[in-house]
């Protein structure tokens, strides 16, 4: 790959980390290999020139917390986090109705005094009304259930609309669970930026968020006054002892959520699984 073409993707990623309030952007390794031509198979000679121009462009390399010295040191299926070490964050917002919709790891959201403009496709409305029916059979305590909607039929929407509704425009906790960071990203996108008006939520004027994964919050800064955490499984796996003390050990009702919810076989996933319904006595899982 020509040096001219390398300093091209350079310069994009600078411009796209300068755009983000929170100083960093982070990509699927795999497809992050595909701008530089390595779909198929990694080119050693051509990783080294990346590392390089990096370098004299000061961007830095993270896996989670950690900083790497090589873009080397990633697998197919991780996350890889750039940081563009001149970033200066700029505290801009973007209008929503009269509010301000910002991006932090954890705060409150205001719930805007108008209407949310949502238009539910006939997929979803069915979806939610055998949400509702379904959980309703359960008497308020125990329910697993499945939601199925094709790729592309918004199931995040669908599921945190019903979820806005019924569980935190009443005051009751959610706990959404996803394995890349972007999920995460999105979950919380959708319940801010699309469903904090006043047609989903009703009377309740805020809800408070965390979002918790290696590149964001942690579970020791988790509240009792959280409305909704939105974390990786690992981070809770790890830090189960602070979400149990400074969350469930309140509760007698929570709501969990598994994205993408072919991954809730694995141990991991279960182990996490089965360590909530034996904290809560109304234990609900989507």
Request: include cysteine.
């Amino acid at each position: 790959m020509e040096s001219d073409h390398l300093q091209q993707i350079c310069k994009k990623l600078i411009d796209q980390i300068q755009n983000e309030e929170r100083g960093f952007v982070y990509r699927k390794y795999e497809n992050f290999l595909t701008w530089f031509g390595m779909g198929n198979r990694r080119k050693f000679e051509l990783i080294d020139q990346i590392d390089s121009q990096f370098q004299r462009n000061n961007i830095s390399i993270w896996k989670g917390r950690k900083k790497q010295n090589s873009i080397r040191n990633f697998k197919r299926g991780e996350t890889i986090t750039l940081r563009f070490n001149g970033h200066k964050i700029k505290r801009k917002a973007m209008s929503k109705g009269k509010e301000e919709v910002s991006y932090k790891n954890a705060g409150t959201v205001s719930v805007v005094n108008e209407n949310s403009g949502i238009k539910l496709y006939k997929h979803q409305e069915e979806a939610i009304q055998k949400l509702q029916s379904q959980i309703g059979r359960s008497n308020g305590d125990i329910f697993s259930g499945l939601l199925v909607v094709p790729t592309g039929g918004g199931k995040t929407l669908t599921a945190a609309y019903w979820l806005a509704q019924n569980y935190l425009a009443k005051g009751k906790k959610v706990l959404w669970i996803a394995h890349r960071h972007e999920l995460l990203e999105q979950a919380k996108a959708t319940f801010h930026e699309r469903l904090a008006f006043k047609d989903v939520f009703g009377s309740k004027s805020s809800f408070n968020y965390r979002i918790i994964s290696g590149i964001h919050d942690i579970p020791v800064n988790i509240k009792p006054t959280d409305d909704i955490i939105i974390s990786s499984k690992d981070s809770l796996n790890s830090g189960f002892d602070h979400l149990y003390n400074n969350w469930l050990k309140e509760q007698d009702e929570v709501f969990l959520v598994i994205d993408e919810a072919h991954h809730a076989t694995a141990k991991t996933y279960r182990k996490l699984i089965d360590n909530i319904r034996g904290k809560v006595s109304k234990f609900k899982i989507l």
